[in-house]
């Protein structure tokens, strides 16, 4: 750090991603990313051809696409850099001194620091020990909520008729749903959005509609709400979504069968997978996402991660109390994860 940092940042601790190694070639599955393509031959030329004026700050085009797709007013939904952009938009637009954040002490650890970097306070509460969200905790708490639904690293889900109870007793706050894993297994809440003015929606592209790579997220809410939002990215950076990334994700949008194809094998992948890890003696939470939670006595989580990774698998490992007995495995191709079986069965029958 140097000593023109501001002093506002000189305790700030940042999110650390999963590896990206770039030295060799790693069987990759730590930072749930799909292991299929999407997009159908897509033709970049026009963007290319175009890409010397700058992109459209409204997003129009992919606006009534997703409008049309989700049901929605145009004026109900906005993208951003990544959902990871809006998030942050997110803490800075509805989290102050006043009204702290709430969210589960094991989930995405980017709301911790999204607090942090904006200087606003958190609260974090304890899943259960079963490392479920106990709804009881969030009715009534007159707090900014954050939810992973479904959680991450867990996989776990709650019912839209629960996310509804949360939403409807805290009508004074905003609710925010982050959706990244909910097309492989778990119910939206985006209808909820014409009955609830509080309820915020976060959704991205980098998961089922793999493009990860691209950086594309999204908010739907109520207008007032994409209005707040919509503020703070015209006062940041009104031409967050470039030219190439608007062009891939209307392909990907007009090719939904694909993605539709892709979720349904990552789902048949994940059965394989925890059925494979339970003839192994691994316990693995019941996941409805593009990854599984998984644990075994024959050896330590911190210990699989690294064995695992000195054989070419990358999978993740959170050097947290409660949860470092685990490893959380993204679902690849049954290649990848037939490779990481027998990596496993090298790993522990020794
Ligand atoms: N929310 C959750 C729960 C996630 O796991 C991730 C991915 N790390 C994100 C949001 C952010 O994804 P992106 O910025 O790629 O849209």
């Not at 001194?97 to 989930?107: E, G, L, R, S």
């Not at 991450?152 to 007793?169: H, M, N, Q, W, Y």
């Not at 691209?214 to 919509?230: E, F, V």
């Amino acid at each position: 750090m140097s000593e023109y940092l501001s002093t506002k940042y000189k305790n700030l601790v940042p999110y650390v991603p999963g590896e990206q190694p770039r030295d060799k070639k790693y069987i990759k599955l730590n930072t749930n990313e799909s292991p299929f393509q999407a997009s159908n031959n897509v033709s970049l030329d026009d963007a290319i051809n175009n890409i010397m004026l700058y992109s459209d700050p409204t997003c129009l085009s992919l606006r009534k696409k997703i409008a049309d797709i989700f049901k929605i007013d145009i004026d109900e939904i906005m993208f951003s850099n990544g959902s990871d952009e809006m998030l942050n938009f997110a803490f800075m637009a509805y989290t102050d001194n006043m009204t702290p954040a709430v969210f589960p002490d094991i989930t995405y650890g980017f709301y911790k620091v999204f607090s942090n970097v904006n200087n606003t306070p958190y609260i974090e509460i304890p899943l259960k020990d079963d490392l479920s969200i106990d709804i009881n905790d969030y009715i009534n708490i007159n707090r900014t909520i954050f939810i992973a639904n479904p959680n991450a690293p867990t996989g776990l889900a709650l019912s839209l008729s629960d996310i509804e109870k949360i939403v409807k007793t805290n009508p004074k706050n905003i609710v925010v749903i982050d959706e990244a894993y909910v097309d492989f297994g778990s119910e939206s809440v985006v209808p909820l959005i014409k009955k609830y003015d509080n309820l915020l929606v976060i959704g991205t592209f980098s998961k089922s509609r793999s493009m990860a790579g691209a950086r594309l997220g999204y908010a739907i809410a109520s207008k007032k709400i994409i209005n707040d939002l919509n503020t703070l990215r015209y006062s940041l950076n009104p031409y967050n979504i470039n030219s190439l990334t608007m062009s891939l994700a209307l392909n990907v949008l007009e090719n939904n069968d694909k993605v539709m194809d892709n979720v349904k094998k990552i789902i048949e992948n994940r059965n394989y997978l925890t059925d494979e890890l339970k003839k192994l003696g691994f316990s693995t939470i019941d996941s409805k996402t593009n990854f599984v939670f998984t644990k075994t006595d024959k050896i330590s989580g911190k210990d699989l991660y690294q064995e695992l990774k000195n054989r070419g698998v990358l999978v993740r490992h959170f050097d947290i109390e409660r949860i470092k007995d685990y490893v959380r495995i993204t679902i690849g191709t049954k290649d990848e994860l037939d490779t990481l079986i027998k990596k496993i069965k090298e790993i522990i029958e020794v």
